[in-house]
């Protein structure tokens, strides 16, 4: 029996956001003066559209034309929305595990080119023609001749695994493989590094060994060059960490100036006495290529422009709110004790903007300049953005009080060519069921109230993250194409493995034509 479009929002309840915060008790539509709606632009971007092979319907809303967020769920208050086309589907391609996922979870991004890129699986998947037609990287049997552990592989017969990709500024794209389980390379709980270089146009890859048992799902992050060491320099440097081990001892932390080798950091203390600094975070005039280096918000980092110093900023990492800065200038030491012969040292300094660290862990900078920065506490997640590096913000929340018993999962991602932000937020329903949503910010430099809120797929599975479980969905992944596409992964009951969708019909965004 399929769920009627109605009952996806029946358990979807949302305080208000507009700026006062506060709910009304009116359950009319609102009236707009100026009559428009949040869909009056939309058309099919794709002209291929209908050749997808999995083409599906998801309802989004018109935020502006409802005041009080507690009568969505009320079947003949959405039926109003629709009929008076305020609400209503639209097309997204849908894809499963098979392009790159893995039983899990998907770990989306793009590139400047226009690329999807997947590494929820074992190998970097991606499609230059939004997802009609998908490569796999795998590995050559014999590594690159720079590896320095030539170890050989068994391509494709590594063993189950997941991974993680982003595009640098230059247009190379830096990931790893982790596979925990032995495989017919016969080797355990090994870390692949994947590099593509954009010059070269080719993939090259080498095995790395790590100190850590069980690395875990990875996260990843460009460090912005240009990187000076005492063993070699690059335009840029590559920093992974592992989801487990840097949220429990500071360390997992592995860096690269080539993209191939990797070997260990040193974390400061969180508590550490070391300088502070003051970097300039205001930056207007980035390339469209900063709306591809945003790392998984679980990074807890993010790059800085070389306009603005360059390296890599940890937000809110000190006990008492200052942020870690590591700067680009790397010293190796040599260690026999370690398995690697040595480590990074890094130049790391506390950092404040007027006496203070930013505010949340998850902060980023796009191109067209805007400092972002996302909080959640409980069931509240607010949207912070500053024009001035940090000094004065605006603010926008989302408050899920009363309608979720909490946010499972959530992840933002910003486009400042497209003027385009939003936010991907999974919640468990008062009724049990798993909710996906997405929020749609368009022309945020004017105005952080998003347009149109999105179900994606049925919400009707209650899934959990973190291994053990028997429905997992282990975290939100996204990510907004060249076009102002966005890209969510999700999970229903119509497959076992979790999806991810494309979004084919919206707004054409940039300039309008003269």
């Known amino acids: 029996m399929e769920m009627p479009t109605q009952v996806f929002f029946a358990t979807f309840v949302v305080l208000s956001m507009l700026a006062s915060g506060c709910l009304g008790g009116n359950e009319a539509i609102v009236s707009v003066e100026t009559g428009s709606d949040a869909f009056s632009k939309y058309q099919q971007v794709d002209a291929e559209m209908d050749t997808h092979s999995d083409l599906r319907e998801f309802l989004s809303v018109d935020l502006a034309y409802v005041e009080n967020w507690s009568i969505l769920s009320n079947d003949t208050f959405i039926q109003q929305l629709i009929d008076s086309g305020h609400a209503a589907n639209f097309s997204w391609a849908v894809y499963d595990a098979t392009y790159g996922g893995n039983c899990c979870e998907h770990y989306i991004?793009?590139?400047?080119?226009?690329?999807?890129?997947?590494?929820?699986?074992?190998?970097?998947?991606?499609?230059?023609?939004?997802?009609?037609?998908?490569?796999?990287?795998?590995?050559?049997?014999?590594?690159?001749?720079?590896?320095?552990?030539?170890a050989p592989t068994a391509p494709g017969q590594e063993g189950l695994g997941e991974g993680s990709i982003v595009q640098a500024?230059?247009?190379?794209?830096?990931?790893?493989?982790?596979?925990?389980?032995?495989?017919?390379?016969?080797?355990?709980?090994?870390?692949?590094?994947?590099?593509?270089?954009?010059?070269?146009?080719?993939?090259?890859?080498?095995?790395?060994?790590?100190?850590?048992?069980?690395?875990?799902?990875?996260?990843?992050?460009?460090?912005?060059?240009?990187?000076?060491?005492?063993?070699?320099?690059?335009?840029?440097?590559?920093?992974v960490i592992s989801n487990f081990w840097h949220q429990t001892q500071n360390v997992g932390g592995q860096v690269s100036i080539d993209g191939l080798n990797y070997y260990p950091i040193s974390f400061p203390g969180r508590n550490d006495d070391i300088d502070i600094v003051e970097l300039d975070l205001n930056a207007s005039?980035?390339?469209?290529?900063?709306?591809?280096?945003?790392?998984?918000?679980?990074?807890r980092a993010f790059p800085v422009p070389e306009s603005n110093g360059g390296g890599l900023l940890f937000p809110n990492y000190f006990s008492n709110g200052d942020d870690a800065y590591l700067g680009t200038t790397l010293s190796w030491v040599t260690d026999p004790s370690l398995i690697e012969g040595g480590m990074w040292i890094g130049e790391w300094y506390r950092h404040q903007i007027n006496g203070a660290g930013l505010p949340s862990d998850y902060c980023n900078i796009a191109s067209q300049g805007g400092l972002h920065c996302f909080t959640k506490e409980d069931r509240i997640i607010t949207h912070m953005l500053s024009w001035d590096g940090g000094y004065t913000w605006q603010n926008q929340s989302y408050n899920f009080a009363g309608l979720a018993e909490s946010i499972e999962e959530w992840e933002f991602h910003i486009s400042g060519k497209n003027d385009l932000a939003i936010l991907n937020v999974r919640y468990q329903s008062a009724t049990g069921p798993d909710v996906d949503t997405v929020f749609h910010i368009r022309e945020y430099s004017e105005s952080l109230v998003p347009d149109s809120m999105t179900f994606v797929g049925l919400g009707d599975l209650?899934?959990?993250?973190?291994?053990g479980n028997d429905i997992r969905f282990d975290f939100a992944s996204i990510t907004i194409l060249n076009d102002g596409g966005a890209v969510i992964a999700y999970h229903d009951s119509s497959h076992v493995d979790p999806l991810f969708a494309v979004e084919q019909e919206m707004p054409i965004y940039g300039p309008e034509e003269s």
């Open 109 to 150: 991004a793009a590139t400047k080119q226009g690329s999807i890129l997947n590494f929820g699986g074992e190998y970097p998947v991606w499609s230059h023609d939004r997802g009609h037609e998908w490569d796999t990287y795998l590995p050559t049997i014999i590594p690159d001749t720079s590896c320095r552990t030539p």
């Open 169 to 239: 500024v230059n247009g190379d794209l830096i990931s790893m493989g982790w596979f925990p389980y032995v495989g017919l390379d016969m080797k355990v709980d090994k870390f692949y590094a994947f590099l593509y270089d954009e010059n070269a146009g080719s993939w090259s890859w080498c095995y790395n060994r790590i100190t850590e048992p069980f690395y875990d799902r990875s996260w990843q992050v460009e460090i912005v060059g240009p990187i000076q060491s005492n063993i070699g320099s690059n335009d840029w440097g590559s920093f």
């Open 462 to 467: 209650d899934s959990t993250s973190g291994a």
């Open 285 to 299: 005039d980035l390339g469209v290529e900063w709306d591809f280096t945003k790392p998984h918000k679980e990074m």
